[in-house]
Structure formats: structure tokens, C-alpha cells
């Protein structure tokens, strides 16, 4: 396993990062700096950073063109190219204390994102299925974080994560409608940190970020068993997702927030993105179709 810096951005709270299978760049954005990224592996020199305000949290490609991404309290259309932002669907409006964290497709292109509370207020959150009718319809209520996503390769199971609880939790998924039930834990994660971001490979097993960890972590959400962990050089691990052109590099997203001076010389790169050559073949990001 070969990890490697490959952008150094030293931002605050990197997030959300998705592989374009299409365009061959991985889009990532930093929550507190309120910035979408695009990183091209094979022409750096054209990454481009682009202020979206406010609290760009998530972002997944679009079938039709474009982005879609989500602001504090919305879904959004996003052109890269213009830097032209249009809602889709507001949510949340009255809650000023709230906005939107971690979000991605599900196998049948419907967008996933799920709110949490910026004063760290338990329960106050929610998860969100924006169709590709873009109408939206409420998954889960009495959300504290709400972070990582993933579904299985038959589209029967899905995979979410609430931070604090320290689990990952299956749902059974329904692909035509969207709906989710019998809840169920699949992961116990107690050590170290936090789980936060989350993705799955070829093989059904779930990698999952560690938030004050030091590492992603690969587990078998079949039997909870955990099977392998990266250490990252840096302690807030943030999120992670498969990339490159056969899909088998980890890239990784790490933060800065809450770092003293000292615990930043430590860790120098913190709130940069890293990848990971695995050997092991991830899935590809859906996108957006509507």
C-alpha cells in the first residue's frame, strides 16, 4: 500500500470527495472554507478552486451536465465552467443553526444528503432524498451528524452513519421508491475516533473514515469484522472514495479544525488529500439524473 499527499490544501474541514469516472477528476469541497475543488490526477496544473457560499458540503456529477451539490440549507445545480448556481430545493430554511454535511447518489441517480447542527446540538438533523423528479422526501429524522453513504451491489442494502452512535447502520433498500426499513447495526466502531465518511468496494466490504482516528478502516458489514486499516498522516480523517481510471485508488480527505499549533506541526499536512494505491477495486459514483 503506497499513500501519497496529493493535494496539499490545508483546508479547514475537506470533504465529500467523488471520482468522475467520466471526466477522469475528483471533486472534493472544504465545508468551512465554503470551496468546491477539482483535482485532475494527470494535469494538476489545471485543479481548479471555486468559492460556493454557503457551506458547500457535498457534490455529485450530473447525468445531464454540470454539478449538484449541496449550500447550508439546499439542493443545488452547479456549472463549473460559469460558476452558475441554481436550487433545486430548499430544506431547513428556518433552521438557522442547521446545514447540510455529507450527501451521494443511490444506484437509481437520487441524491442522499443528510443536515446536522452547527452548535453540535444532538438530534437536530435529518436525512434527505432529493428524486430526480426534484421532489424531496425525508429518509430519517432525529439526526445528530449525518455522514456516510453506501449501498450494496445488488441495490438491496444501504449503508448510512450518524457519527456520534459509532456504528454503521444497513437499512433494506428499495431501488424503485427509495425507501428504507428494517434498520439494523451492521459496524461497531468504538476506536479510534469517530466514523465519518464512507465508501464500499467491488467486493461488498465498506471503508470508513476515522474522525480523530489516524486511519480509514475496511470492514465486512456482513459480520462486523474489521479487515484491514491505513494510517493517515493526519488525525482528522474526514471521508474517502475510490478513484482513478480502474477505480483501485483510495483518495482520502483529511481537516484541520480544532488542531492546536502544536498538534498542526505534527501533522503539517492535515486538511489535505491523500491516495492510497490498494490493489482492491472500488465501485463507481453514481450521478445525479435529474
Given amino acids: 500500500m503506497n499513500l501519497k499527499l496529493v493535494c496539499d490544501a490545508k483546508a479547514a474541514l475537506a470533504e465529500g470527495p467523488v471520482w468522475d469516472t467520466v471526466k477522469g477528476c475528483l471533486y472534493w469541497v472544504d465545508i468551512l472554507g465554503q470551496k468546491l475543488h477539482i483535482h485532475y490526477p494527470n494535469e494538476p496544473e489545471s485543479d481548479k478552486t471555486i468559492e460556493c457560499t454557503p457551506y458547500v458540503s457535498s457534490v455529485v456529477p450530473r447525468l445531464s451536465g454540470g454539478l449538484v451539490i449541496t449550500l447550508q440549507n439546499g439542493f443545488h445545480t452547479f456549472d463549473p465552467d460559469t460558476n452558475e448556481i441554481s436550487l433545486l430545493a430548499e430544506m431547513e430554511e428556518a433552521l438557522t443553526d442547521n446545514r447540510f454535511n455529507d450527501g451521494k447518489c443511490d444506484p437509481a441517480g437520487r441524491f442522499l444528503a443528510g443536515t446536522m447542527s452547527m452548535k453540535d446540538k444532538p438530534s437536530k438533523g ?15 429524522s432525529e439526526v445528530s451528524i449525518s455522514n456516510g453513504l453506501a449501498w450494496s451491489s445488488d441495490n438491496k442494502i444501504m449503508y448510512y452513519i450518524d457519527t456520534p452512535t459509532q456504528q454503521v447502520v444497513a437499512f433494506d433498500y428499495e431501488i424503485e421508491t427509495g425507501a428504507i426499513s428494517e434498520r439494523r447495526v451492521a459496524v461497531e466502531i468504538s476506536y479510534p475516533g469517530f466514523p465519518d465518511g464512507m465508501t464500499i468496494d467491488s467486493e461488498g466490504m465498506i471503508w470508513v473514515a476515522h474522525w480523530g482516528g489516524w486511519c480509514v478502516t475496511r470492514w465486512n458489514p456482513f459480520t462486523g469484522q474489521q479487515l484491514a486499516s491505513i494510517p493517515v498522516p493526519a488525525s482528522q480523517v474526514t471521508s474517502c472514495t475510490f478513484g482513478g481510471p480502474n477505480l ?11 488542531l492546536s499549533e502544536d498538534e498542526l506541526a505534527k501533522q503539517p ?10 490493489g482492491i477495486r472500488g465501485t463507481p459514483a453514481i450521478p445525479y439524473l435529474g
Fill in 126 to 140: 435529518a436525512l434527505y432524498c432529493l428524486d430526480t423528479d426534484h421532489s424531496v422526501k425525508p429518509l430519517l
Fill in 248 to 258: 483501485d485508488k483510495l483518495y482520502i480527505s483529511t481537516a484541520r479544525i480544532g
Fill in 269 to 278: 499536512h492535515a486538511g489535505g488529500i491523500f491516495c492510497a494505491d490498494l
